[in-house]
């Protein structure tokens, strides 16, 4: 996800791959770490739920259609609202006004 998540979403205290040094990890690993210190994982990865098992995760997962800035920047409504009402081990792909 571009940077600008965080400043988008100030509320949240948001960490990106990069920040957390899993670049170069592999999906399974990246959620695995996720879900010991973060409730909500958003990416932009549309197969993700087709290349991991994501039952029994407490790790809720939020999809975007794109992670491009001007797309991310026109969701940012719309991710604070699905992250304020997640529930734990839930999958939600938003979608573009």
């Known amino acids: 996800?571009?940077?600008?998540i965080?400043?988008?979403l100030p509320e949240f205290a948001i960490s990106t791959?990069?920040?957390m040094g899993w670049t170069?990890?592999?999906n399974g690993e990246v959620l695995a770490l996720a879900e010991k210190q973060f409730d909500v994982f958003i990416t932009a990865d549309r197969q993700l739920r087709h290349q991991q098992n994501l039952t029994g995760r407490r790790?809720?997962?939020i999809v975007?259609?794109?992670n491009q800035v001007p797309?991310?920047?026109a969701l940012l409504p719309a991710i604070r609202q699905a992250i304020n009402g997640v529930q734990p081990g839930t999958y939600e792909e938003l979608t573009l006004p």
């Open 17 to 19: 791959v990069q920040e």
């Open 1 to 4: 996800m571009p940077r600008l």
């Open 71 to 73: 797309a991310v920047i």
């Open 64 to 66: 975007l259609p794109s």
């Open 24 to 26: 170069g990890l592999k």
């Open 6 to 8: 965080k400043t988008g």
């Open 59 to 61: 790790l809720s997962v």
